[in-house]
């Protein structure tokens, strides 16, 4: 479990950026939510964008070897932003792999230099039923490079984990999504109603 001061400091940038709605969403998988996390409005507030990059770094530091990936992907379109700065942090090379192979140029799913045998750590802002990390993972390994690990802000704990295990993939995440709705209701951000509706649409994933 991430450390409280963390969770509380990622907890009070969802609250500056207003990036924590609640109404019908239908998410990128098809799924229909009962809340959105909007992580894409995280840049456009720089001093919370190096608040979250800078906790992310650390966290990446401490859990994972970062001699053992040789590049960092960034899933697009959210995901890019975090992966850009998470690279030049660590003075990784950039990849981004895109959401449909591109029918002009070099026609690739994946941008960027990658050789054979490359060990790549993808990047995305949260994952839900992990399928656009799984899409990624399939289009970096067709061209040859090698996927154990991904590396998220926030798991919304709907199957995401156990989806991306089956498949050979270890996910990582800063933050959890029930021990945020908790501190977001400590924090007096959420109420107890929409308290109720975020921790039972994880029972539900």
Do not use: W
Request: with cysteine; glycine share 8%; charged share 25%.
């Amino acid at each position: 479990m991430t450390e409280k001061p963390i969770v509380e400091e990622i907890c009070k940038v969802l609250k500056k950026t207003n990036a924590l709605d609640f109404g019908a969403y239908k998410l990128s998988s098809g799924k229909i939510t009962p809340y959105y996390v909007d992580l894409r409005v995280i840049p456009s507030f720089p001093d919370a964008f190096k608040a979250v990059t800078d906790i992310l770094t650390n966290t990446v530091e401490r859990v994972l070897d970062i001699n053992g990936f040789n590049r960092i992907a960034g899933i697009p379109i959210a995901g890019t932003p975090f992966a850009a700065l998470l690279a030049f942090r660590l003075n990784k090379p950039l990849l981004y792999t895109r959401q449909n192979l591109q029918l002009r140029g070099r026609e690739r799913r994946v941008e960027g230099v990658l050789l054979p045998g490359d060990r790549v750590l993808l990047v995305d802002d949260l994952v839900t039923t992990g399928q656009s990390l799984l899409k990624a993972a399939s289009a970096i390994r067709t061209e040859g490079g090698l996927v154990s690990d991904a590396f998220v802000l926030l798991d919304r704990e709907e199957g995401g984990h156990e989806r991306l295990a089956k498949n050979g993939i270890n996910l990582h995440s800063v933050l959890m999504m029930g021990e945020a709705a908790r501190i977001l209701y400590e924090l007096s951000v959420i109420d107890e109603e929409q308290l109720d509706i975020i921790l039972k649409q994880i029972k539900k994933g």
